[in-house]
């Protein structure tokens, strides 16, 4: 049974940093895409960054220079360090695995999800 397990969510200060995990156990995924989204309430979920098998990534532009998504495919685990964030950076956050495909940027994109890790900025 595929599992997907996120964890490091919080609340902090705007200005503060956090570092999300997603523990992916199941099968092995060090030949599928991970990625990271999050939804706000009342909007529709939103793509933050992935990153492909071999390393290659992707970032939304709101996020790029701040957040930094990496991978350890030994682990099957997927990291996003969050720094300088703000208030707009409030949301559930959620990993995903899936087939690479070039529209990585969507949730329909991706095959297996994580419950999510709320992440909680204060201004």
């Known amino acids: 049974q595929v599992q997907l397990v996120e964890s490091g969510g919080g609340l902090v200060q705007a200005g503060d940093s956090l570092r999300l995990s997603c523990a992916a156990s199941g099968r092995s995924f060090s030949a599928y895409a991970m990625a990271w989204f999050r939804q706000a309430p009342g909007k529709e979920r939103e793509f933050v960054a992935a990153v492909r098998s071999g390393g290659t990534t992707y970032y939304a532009d709101l996020v790029k220079g701040r957040f930094t998504i990496s991978r350890n495919n030994d682990k099957s685990t997927v990291y996003l360090q969050m720094n300088s964030l703000n208030p707009e950076d409030t949301a559930a956050y959620y990993c995903?695995?899936?087939?690479?495909?070039?529209?990585?940027?969507?949730?329909?994109?991706?095959?297996?999800w994580g419950q999510g890790t709320q992440v909680t900025v204060s201004s």
């Open positions: 995903a695995v899936g087939v690479w495909s070039t529209v990585y940027y969507k949730p329909s994109g991706y095959n297996y």
